[in-house]
């Protein structure tokens, strides 16, 4: 009789030939059982599996890969689950401190921080690091939530591992604009059809606003500006998916012809600029704290923004 695995991997796939064998080597000495479930791949996703002893489970295509985690984990039997995406991987370092936490009583799931590589750089600002997620975890401990990037229902006690590189996963998140572009066009059709069930009714600031608010917490609040070109990039592009979700959302409730109110645009124009220049002079006084004669005009231009912002 065979003995049962300690820790099982689990990771679902579709089409991630590419990415499939970095991340399977990656675990080939930490595992005693990798869990594949394919959604029908067309490429050597299963054949690259099946190279690596994997067991591999077939499941119905899915626009993304939440409704899929449950099935997933319900296959495998070790005592402990490591999920990952297929373009993640395990430093050793990680690995070695993963297996002393399965020796410990007290831990039933862990929050592991992940790397995030975009565009060929870690991404160390810009909301992106430490970027912690419950991928660790006793079996039947952990539950998924079918929503599209939704966290996961715990149970137990839970241990949060120092953010350092040495302990995270390591994730190669977009490789390309064109990349980033093509997802962001799948995920947004499929959040716009989530406000559209919750009958979300579109406004102006969402187009304006919206994506302004999310440049904003990026590269100033989260000082993605520290990332250079790539943190500012990152930050367009982000905001470009958040307006294209309300975008697709109001295509989908017929592209309806409706007269753009003056007062509505005016105001969701003027929040929108005072968002703006709200935090690029926090910026703007951070980096240029010694000099007394810019600062003064630049405290001005905020508070003329203020008074006049509900004009």
């Known amino acids: 009789m065979s003995k049962k695995p300690t820790i099982s991997v689990v990771i679902n796939v579709k089409n991630e030939a590419e990415n499939l064998n970095r991340c399977l080597k990656s675990v080939k000495n930490f595992a005693q059982e990798i869990i594949i479930v394919d959604m029908h791949s067309s490429d050597d996703s299963v054949s690259i599996a099946q190279s690596y002893g ?183 592009l982000q905001a470009f998916a958040i307006v294209l979700v309300y975008i697709r959302l109001w295509e989908k409730q017929g592209s309806k012809e409706k007269t753009l109110a003056k007062e509505s645009f005016v105001s969701a124009s003027l929040e929108t600029a005072f968002e703006y220049n709200f935090w690029f002079t926090k910026y703007f006084l951070q980096e240029y704290s010694k000099n007394i004669i810019k600062n003064s005009f630049i405290r001005l231009r905020l508070y003329l923004d203020r008074l006049t912002k509900n004009f």
């Open 54 to 236: 994997a067991k591999v489970f077939q499941y119905r295509v899915m626009k993304f890969v939440e409704p899929a985690r449950n099935y997933a984990l319900s296959k495998a039997t070790g005592k402990w689950i490591m999920l990952l995406d297929p373009d993640e991987m395990l430093p050793k370092s990680l690995k070695n401190e993963l297996l002393k936490i399965t020796q410990r009583k007290d831990v039933d799931y862990v929050r592991i921080p992940r790397k995030n590589m975009i565009f060929g750089k870690w991404i160390r600002h810009s909301n992106s690091w430490p970027d912690y997620l419950i991928r660790f975890f006793k079996k039947g401990m952990v539950t998924w939530k079918k929503e599209i990037h939704s966290q996961p229902e715990t149970r137990g006690n839970g241990l949060t591992l120092m953010d350092s590189e040495k302990l995270s996963i390591k994730h190669y998140n977009y490789t390309s604009v064109v990349q980033f572009v093509y997802r962001a066009i799948r995920y947004s059709g499929i959040q716009a059809d989530e406000l559209k069930a919750a009958d979300y009714k579109v406004k102006t600031g969402d187009f304006l606003l919206k994506p302004i608010q999310e440049f904003n917490s990026r590269f100033f609040a989260a000082e993605g500006y520290k990332d250079g070109i790539h943190g500012l990039v990152f930050s367009i």
